[in-house]
């Protein structure tokens, strides 16, 4: 089954400040999606840009109407997310509970919708 692991965080908070502690995160954030993909379960992930890059698309009574920035104001932004593929969502939660982002925010973890004859 898929499942969708959506990472949130607050932007505000800065992170690893120092170069060695940013080099010391996206080590354990490389280390886990190398082991998503040892173990098979990796289809795709990546991070997002901040939401302030981001536009929000509407359409009614036929216009499309934009919005910058994201739809909702939040504690906590959407960063980035993986797709993976694993037997239950047993296993999907406990990909999300090995997830660096976890420690500092939280995963939200989706089942995606698999619709029979839809095109590839």
Do not use: H
């Amino acid at each position: 089954m898929r499942y969708m692991l959506l990472i949130y965080d607050d932007e505000r908070n800065p992170g690893p400040v120092t170069p060695a502690d940013r080099e010391a995160s996206m080590k354990e954030w490389f280390a886990y999606t190398i082991d998503m993909k040892k173990a098979g379960a990796y289809l795709l992930g990546d991070p997002l840009q901040p939401t302030r890059t981001a536009t929000t698309v509407r359409s009614k009574g036929g216009k499309v109407l934009t919005t910058d920035g994201p739809f909702a104001e939040t504690k906590e932004q959407l960063g980035g997310y993986y797709l993976i593929d694993v037997p239950n969502l047993d296993e999907a939660l406990r990909w999300a509970g090995r997830c660096p982002g976890a420690r500092t925010g939280s995963i939200e973890v989706r089942p995606i919708m698999e619709i029979p004859g839809r095109p590839a």
